[in-house]
C-alpha cells in the first residue's frame, strides 16, 4: 500500500536542489513584503511622524557614512532605494532562482520515474497482465506521472513559499501591534483547519473516481484492441450504452460529490475570510484612532493583512488541486511497489564490461515437474522428459493438456513448484535468466509484432545480423513471398500489432526472426495453424531442413505438422502418456492413433 512519504520520495534524487529552490523562493515571498512596510514608513515621514527605530539607524549611518544632513529627502531617497533593490534589481535573479529549478526538478523526476515504471513493465510477473489490460496500466502511469509533474512546482514554487510569507506577515504584524498578530494567527490555523478538514472528505471521493475512471479507460482500450468482433457481432451498442453508465457514475461522483464538495467548502471559506479581513480592519483603525499605532502603521497592518488572507484562496486552491491529484499519484507509486516476477533478477542490469554469452548444446531435461498456476490445482504432474542435443521433439494432445506451459516453464516464465529442468545438465534456476533466454527463441500461435518496419520486427532479437542473413531466414520462413508484395518490401510500415498483415503473413515474419538469433533451443507453438495448407507445408518443409541443426521442440495440434519429429511425446491432463516416433505411437494404437484417426477423418481436435 503506497503512502504520502512515497510521494515525497518522489524527487528523493533532487532534494538538495528542491530545498535550495524552496528557500530561494520563500525568500523572495518575505521581500515582497519590505515593499508595504516600506510605503507606510514613508507615509510616517510625509505626516511628520516618527520612523522605526531600526530604519532610522540605518539612516543616520548612510548619513555619516557619505557625510550628509539628516533630513527628509535623505530619509525618502533612501526608502525609494530600498523599494527600487526590492523590486527592479531582484526582478531578472527570481526567475533564474525558483521558477528554473522547480521545473528543471519536475522534468527530471518524471524522466526518471518514467523509467523506473518502463522497468517495471518489463520486469512483472505474466500472471499481472491476465489481469490488468494495456489500457489500464498505461492510464494509471499517466496520470501518476503528470500529476506528480504538475504538483511539484505548484506546491513547491507556490504553496510552500505563500505559508512562508503568511508566517513573514504574522511576524511584521506582531512588531506593531500582538493583540491584532494574535486573531490573525488564531484565524489562520481556524480556517486552514477547516478546509483540510473538508479536503479529507472529499479525497474519498476522488479515490473512488479514480478507479472508475480506470475501469472506463480499460474497457474503452478492450473495444479498441477488439472492435473488429465488436463490429462482428454488432454489439456496438450494447458497448455504448455501457461505457455510458459508467460515464454518468463518474459524472455523479464528479458533480455531486466533488464538485458540490468543493463549492461548499470555498464557500464557507469565502465568508470566514472576509469577516477576518473586515475584523482587522477595526482592530487596526481602533489602534490607529487611539494613538497606539502611526498612520503609516496602519497602512502596512491592514495592506498586510489583507495580502495575507488573498493568500488563503491560492493555498487552498493548491491544497484542492492536491487532494484531486493524490489518489492517482499514490496508485501510480502502488503500480511501482507491485512485485517482479521471480525471472525479474538481472534482467534489466547493464553489464558494466562485456560478458561471455551462454552457449549450449540443447539438451534439456525435465525432471519431476510439477506445476499450477494455483497451488491447490496443478497443470503438470511429475513430468521427467529428456530432449537429446540437436533432436526435434513435438509435444501434441488435448487444448489444456499443458503443453504451452511445460514451455512456458523452459521459458522461465514461471518456477516449477516441484522438481527442475535442466540444460546441459544445469539447473536453469541458477543461470542468468537474460543470458539464457538469448539461446532459446518462440514462434507463438499469435506472433507480436511492433509498429516499425518489416525489417525493424525481423532485426528486433538481434539488430547486428546482416541484410544477407535477414534474405536468408525470409526465404526459409517463406517470408520473401510475402515482402515481394508489400509496397515498400522490407521498409514497409507493417502498423500497431502489425494489422497490416494477415495473420499467416505475421506467422511468416514471427518464424523468420525467430531463426535470425541462432538459437540452441528453438520452438514453435502452433506457428502454423493459421497458415494455408501449400503455406504450412513450406515451413513442414523448412521446419524439416533444421532438424539436426539445433534442438527443436514442435507444439501442434495438426498433427501432420510432427510426421517427422524424432520423438513425440503425448500428454494428456498435465501427464505424459505416451512417447514415441509416429509409426511407433500409430502401432501402439492409444491416444495419439485415437487423435490421428480423428483428423485423418476430419474432425477437429479438441
Known amino acids: 500500500m503506497a503512502k504520502f512519504k512515497d510521494v515525497i520520495g518522489y524527487f528523493r534524487p533532487y532534494w538538495n536542489?528542491?530545498?535550495?529552490?524552496?528557500?530561494a523562493s520563500c525568500v523572495y515571498e518575505i521581500i515582497d513584503l519590505v515593499v508595504p512596510y516600506v510605503i507606510g514608513q514613508i507615509l510616517n515621514v510625509l505626516s511628520n511622524q516618527p520612523l522605526d527605530r531600526p530604519l532610522v539607524g540605518l539612516i543616520t549611518a548612510v548619513a555619516n557614512i557619505?557625510?550628509?544632513?539628516y533630513n527628509k529627502p535623505l530619509t525618502l531617497g533612501i526608502l525609494l532605494g530600498i523599494i527600487f533593490v526590492v523590486t527592479v534589481v531582484r526582478a531578472p535573479t527570481q526567475p533564474w532562482l525558483t521558477i528554473w529549478f522547480h521545473w528543471e526538478i519536475a522534468l527530471k523526476?518524471?524522466?526518471?520515474?518514467?523509467?523506473?515504471?518502463?522497468?517495471?513493465?518489463?520486469?512483472?510477473?505474466?500472471?499481472?497482465?491476465d489481469e490488468n489490460n494495456p489500457g489500464r496500466i498505461a492510464g494509471r502511469i499517466a496520470r501518476g506521472l503528470a500529476n506528480h509533474t504538475w504538483t511539484y512546482p505548484e506546491i513547491a514554487g507556490q504553496m510552500i513559499p505563500k505559508l512562508v510569507r503568511v508566517v513573514g506577515i504574522f511576524a511584521f504584524i506582531l512588531f506593531v501591534e500582538w493583540r491584532i498578530a494574535i486573531l490573525y494567527l488564531i484565524s489562520f490555523i481556524v480556517i486552514l483547519g477547516y478546509t483540510l478538514r473538508g479536503l479529507r472528505r472529499i479525497i474519498w471521493h476522488e479515490?473512488?473516481?479514480?478507479?472508475?475512471?480506470e475501469d472506463t479507460e480499460s474497457r474503452t482500450s478492450e473495444i479498441i484492441s477488439n472492435i473488429k468482433t465488436v463490429k462482428a457481432f454488432a454489439t456496438e451498442a450494447e458497448e455504448l450504452k455501457r461505457q455510458t453508465t459508467r460515464l454518468k457514475r463518474e459524472l455523479t461522483v464528479v458533480d455531486y460529490r466533488i464538485h458540490k464538495g468543493y463549492v461548499r467548502l470555498n464557500t464557507v471559506q469565502r465568508t470566514m475570510i472576509q469577516f477576518?479581513?473586515?475584523?482587522v480592519f477595526g482592530m487596526t483603525l481602533a489602534a490607529t484612532v487611539a494613538g497606539q499605532i502611526s498612520l503609516g502603521h496602519?497602512?502596512?497592518?491592514?495592506?498586510?493583512?489583507?495580502m495575507a488572507y488573498a493568500e488563503l484562496e491560492p493555498i487552498s486552491s493548491l491544497a484542492e488541486i492536491f487532494a484531486r491529484r493524490i489518489s492517482s499519484m499514490l496508485r501510480f507509486h502502488e503500480f511501482l511497489q507491485e512485485p517482479s516476477g521471480v525471472d525479474a533478477s538481472g534482467i534489466l542490469d547493464v553489464p558494466t564490461s562485456p560478458t561471455t554469452p551462454y552457449s549450449f548444446t540443447g539438451k534439456v531435461e525435465f525432471c519431476n515437474v510439477s506445476f499450477g498456476y494455483e497451488e491447490n490445482r496443478r497443470v503438470l504432474h511429475d513430468i521427467n522428459l529428456l530432449i537429446k542435443p540437436y533432436e526435434t521433439v513435438a509435444l501434441v494432445g488435448r487444448s489444456g493438456s499443458g503443453k504451452s506451459t511445460l514451455v512456458k516453464l523452459l521459458l522461465r516464465y514461471f518456477e516449477p513448484n516441484e522438481g527442475k529442468i535442466l540444460i546441459d545438465g544445469e539447473d536453469i534456476r541458477s543461470l542468468d535468466v537474460s543470458k539464457y533466454r538469448r539461446r532459446l527463441a518462440i514462434v507463438h500461435q499469435e506472433?507480436?509484432?511492433?509498429n516499425g518496419t518489416v525489417l525493424d520486427n525481423l532485426r528486433y532479437g538481434r539488430p547486428d545480423v546482416t541484410f544477407e542473413q535477414v534474405e536468408e531466414a525470409s526465404r526459409i520462413a517463406r517470408l520473401d513471398e510475402v515482402i515481394k508484395v508489400l509496397p515498400n518490401g522490407y521498409y514497409t510500415v507493417v502498423g500497431e500489432r502489425g494489422v497490416r498483415l494477415s495473420g499467416g503473413q505475421r506467422q511468416r515474419l514471427g518464424i523468420a526472426r525467430a531463426l535470425l538469433v541462432e538459437p540452441d533451443v528453438l520452438i514453435f507453438d502452433e506457428a502454423t495453424s493459421s497458415l494455408d495448407y501449400e503455406s504450412e507445408r513450406a515451413i513442414q518443409l523448412a521446419m524439416r531442413s533444421l532438424q539436426g541443426t539445433r534442438t527443436t521442440i514442435v507444439i501442434a495440434h495438426r498433427l501432420s505438422t510432427v510426421r517427422e519429429a524424432d520423438k513425440i511425446v503425448?500428454?494428456?491432463?498435465?501427464?505424459?502418456i505416451e512417447v514415441g516416433s509416429h509409426e511407433e505411437l500409430l502401432r501402439h494404437g492409444g491416444i495419439y492413433h485415437r487423435l490421428h484417426a480423428l483428423q485423418e477423418t476430419g474432425e477437429l481436435l479438441s
Do not use: N, W
Open 17 to 23: 536542489l528542491g530545498i535550495f529552490s524552496i528557500v
Open 66 to 69: 557619505t557625510s550628509s544632513q
Open 109 to 129: 523526476a518524471r524522466r526518471d520515474k518514467t523509467q523506473s515504471a518502463i522497468a517495471k513493465i518489463l520486469t512483472l510477473p505474466l500472471e499481472y497482465y
Open 207 to 213: 479515490e473512488r473516481l479514480d478507479k472508475y475512471m
Open 276 to 279: 477576518c479581513v473586515f475584523a
Open 298 to 306: 496602519f497602512i502596512m497592518t491592514y495592506t498586510l493583512a489583507s
Open 447 to 450: 506472433v507480436d509484432v511492433f
Open 570 to 576: 503425448v500428454l494428456d491432463q498435465g501427464r505424459i
